[in-house]
């Protein structure tokens, strides 16, 4: 997998975060839980991981 960074504007980081967080999740076959909006205005992330 090949990661890339989009042209941004104003935003700091190098925005791969997700890419990374993504494919983490789709090669070990866990789900993403995203909600939109924080008690700190940004967003949360949760990953599930398949009990064995």
């Known amino acids: 997998m090949r990661f890339w960074r989009k042209q941004q504007s104003s935003l700091t980081g190098s925005g791969l975060g997700l890419a ?3 494919e983490v999740v789709e090669q ?5 839980e995203v ?8 967003a949360t992330f949760k ?6």
């Open 20 to 22: 990374i967080v993504k």
């Open 28 to 32: 070990h076959q866990a789900h993403l």
């Open 35 to 42: 909600i939109g909006r924080n008690e700190y205005g940004g």
């Open 47 to 52: 990953v599930h991981f398949a009990a064995q």
